[in-house]
């Protein structure tokens, strides 16, 4: 349990606090982003990174899942860790943009971790709920 907890946090650090080259800058429009990779006309790199966004939180949701934590308290959690490394990208880290889509999208991608470990040790528990679907 504890050691998916600290693989999903080392991971995120390692991933988010790198420089990039690309440029600096604060992004505070929400969902600028995410509409920005589905108007244009396939923008592989917006549209990746949206998805690396969600998919990067999903294994701290799942490790905060196996801590019993509730999906609110997962949810609490991974918006102060996103909070933080944005904060940190910003202060202390050149060529990264600061951005409230990553905020939003990191903390939907725990939500979405603890909520589909949840089903599925629900449905391990009991085979039979996807008769009753």
Known sequence: MDLALVASVAGIVTLTLNPKSVHNGVQLVPFREVIHAFETPVDWSTLLATVANVVLFMPLGAALNMRRLTLGKTALLALALTICVEGAQLLFVSGRTTSVDD????????????ALLLGWSRLERDPN???RV
Do not use: E, Y
Not at 103 to 114: E, I, P, Q, S
């Open 103 to 114: 905020v939003v999208l990191n903390t939907l991608g725990a939500v979405l971790g603890h």
């Open 129 to 131: 709920q996807i008769d």
